[in-house]
């Protein structure tokens, strides 16, 4: 799985950090989404599509 996140999009919501902490943050300066691991560690793929899921901006995509 790669992950790309979209900063433009990004409404600084936090869902993706509450649903995969190992994977994305927020930056302090702005509050979007800081993309930490743009290949999740084994076992987060579960997460990683809820936090797509839960984003309202569609922000965060994955192949």
């Known amino acids: 799985m790669r992950i790309e996140v979209d900063r433009d999009r990004c409404c600084g919501s936090g869902n993706c950090v509450l649903a995969a902490p190992e994977v994305f943050d ?6 979007l989404v ?18 797509a899921d ?3 901006a569609g922000a965060i995509h994955f192949t």
Do not use: F, M, V, Y
Request: aromatic share 0%.
């Open 54 to 56: 839960l984003c309202p």
């Open 26 to 31: 927020q930056d302090e300066a702005d509050g």
């Open 34 to 51: 800081l993309l930490l691991r743009p290949t999740p560690p084994p076992g987060s793929a579960d997460r990683i599509r809820r936090a």
